[in-house]
């Protein structure tokens, strides 16, 4: 899409109103990336493409600050490619990049599914489960036989290691992800995923939420209400599957109940 195609797109518009509060942030992070206004111009309206892109794919998806910093931070990775440069490395200032608490569940859902092989399988369970579908420490501390303090430090360490994951890894968020071929969803994988659980098994989580995402579907709610987790499953047709299961609480651990 050309930038004249965006002056009659409808889509863009509205695009281009949701962002362009956030854009005079995105324009100090790409000059911070560029060193040159010049060049940060042409990062800014690639960037401002690419993130349109997703906008196009995932109408849904909430635009946010640090969505769009990742954007930029790959576009500028190509630009680099494309004229032959090294693209320059250091940290930036933490006002450039915006901190943790700044994103939102999609920003932490990306970031899960695309970088899951740079964390431990116990730290992407804790993420998923606290950031994205809003368990308590507490909670998620019953299900595993550990204590809150414990969860609570862990998740801390768990947020820092995939916060630098994406900075160090900027070309995660390139526009093949989009199109990547994906399979169809297996029963068993499903099943799997609540038998982690049933067994408080992180590991068997982990392995089972990535297939799951391999093979395009999206598990778009887990939830605890009292001793029943509830799990919704959109497979990559668009239909929702849903299972719940039944849960004995003892002694600060679970078990299945028979």
């Excluded at 997703?54 to 769009?68: A, G, Q, S, V």
């Excluded at 990775?77 to 090294?86: A, F, H, P």
């Excluded at 392995?207 to 497979?235: C, H, K, P, W």
């Amino acid at each position: 899409m050309t930038q004249g195609d965006h002056l009659t797109d409808a889509g863009y518009e509205t695009f281009a109103k949701m962002t362009l509060p956030l854009q005079s942030d995105l324009k100090r992070y790409c000059l911070a990336k560029a060193s040159s206004a010049w060049d940060a111009d042409d990062l800014l309206q690639e960037s401002l493409i690419k993130a349109y892109r997703w906008y196009t794919r995932f109408p849904n998806r909430e635009i946010t600050k640090p969505f769009l910093f990742r954007i930029a931070a790959n576009a500028w990775v190509d630009i680099c490619r494309s004229r032959k440069w090294e693209p320059q490395v250091g940290q930036l200032e933490e006002h450039l990049i915006g901190s943790y608490d700044e994103w939102s569940k999609w920003d932490v859902r990306e970031a899960l599914e695309l970088l899951s092989d740079r964390l431990e399988p116990k730290q992407v369970v804790l993420i998923l489960l606290i950031d994205v579908f809003h368990f308590t420490a507490k909670e998620t501390g019953r299900l595993f036989g550990q204590s809150e303090g414990s969860v609570k430090a862990a998740l801390k360490r768990a947020r820092t290691r995939l916060k630098k994951a994406v900075e160090s890894y900027p070309e995660y968020w390139d526009d093949s992800v989009l199109t990547a071929p994906r399979g169809g969803l297996s029963i068993e994988v499903f099943e799997a995923l609540v038998e982690g659980f049933r067994r408080a098994d992180p590991y068997a989580i982990f392995r089972s939420y990535q297939t799951m995402i391999d093979d395009g579907a999206m598990v778009d709610r887990i939830e605890l209400r009292g001793n029943t987790l509830y799990f919704t499953i959109i497979d990559p047709d668009g239909n929702v599957l849903t299972i719940t299961e039944k849960l004995k609480w003892q002694d600060d651990k679970y078990h299945s109940k028979s």
